[in-house]
């Protein structure tokens, strides 16, 4: 069974910066095409923050383009989010997602974490 486990949450103050990882266990992230960060702030629709397929191309939403950095480490199985310049409005449950399929930005994924709490306030 391929699970995927966030870290890195937690509380800053706008204009500050978080590394949010996300470790893929068993199959490993070599096993997967896609792999994106969401989030989902209360009472707001889950919303696709970047994504990254096994070529390492990337994609952004429009409200982090240019303060958030997706990545990735085949060797360690993990994903990560650089989170620069935060702002209020970043507060939200992150989640990273994981799938084999071929469309990253905007497809659907089968394999999710739990969920990793960030928490902006100025």
């Known amino acids: 069974e391929k699970q995927l486990v966030e870290s890195g949450g937690g509380s800053v103050q706008a204009g500050g910066s978080l590394r949010l990882s996300c470790a893929v266990s068993l199959s490993g992230l070599y096993a997967f095409f896609c792999k994106a960060w969401f989030r989902q702030a209360p009472g707001k629709e889950r919303e696709e923050v970047a994504s990254i397929d096994i070529y390492g191309r990337t994609a952004y939403g429009d409200s982090v383009k240019g303060r958030f950095t997706i990545s990735e480490d085949n060797a360690k199985n993990s994903l990560y989010l650089q989170m620069n310049s935060l702002k209020d409005e970043d507060t939200a449950m992150y989640y990273c997602?994981?799938?084999?399929?071929?469309?990253?930005?905007?497809?659907?994924?089968?394999?999710w974490g739990q969920g990793t709490q960030v928490t902006v306030s100025s």
């Open positions: 997602a994981a799938d084999a399929r071929a469309q990253c930005w905007r497809g659907d994924y089968n394999y």
